[in-house]
């Protein structure tokens, strides 16, 4: 199965990066994509990690105690931040090029 899952994972890349080497409104349609997939997860994970330690609902399992982490609250925060601001940067910059 992860055979699989990696396969098809690859392929899909190799897609997306054909297109948008291919075309550039496909490019800008994909990035695009992507901002607002890094936006919904940011805010689903934001929101349930949130709630998690809010409600005090974490289980104790060595999986789950990374979201009382501040290094990884910290890092995976910025990380999202960062991720969709470079998308936008390079929409936009590929948008004032046309």
Known sequence: MS???GAGL???AILVGWISYR???GRKL???LAA???FLASTVIATAATRTIMDNTVYMTEIHSVLESPTF???TGYLMIYG???IVVGVGRSAARS
């Open 3 to 5: 055979i699989m899952i």
């Open 23 to 25: 075309s550039e409104t």
């Open 84 to 86: 969709l601001a470079r």
């Open 30 to 32: 994909l990035s695009s």
């Open 36 to 38: 607002i997939a890094i």
């Open 10 to 12: 690859a392929i899909a």
């Open 73 to 75: 609250i910290i890092s």
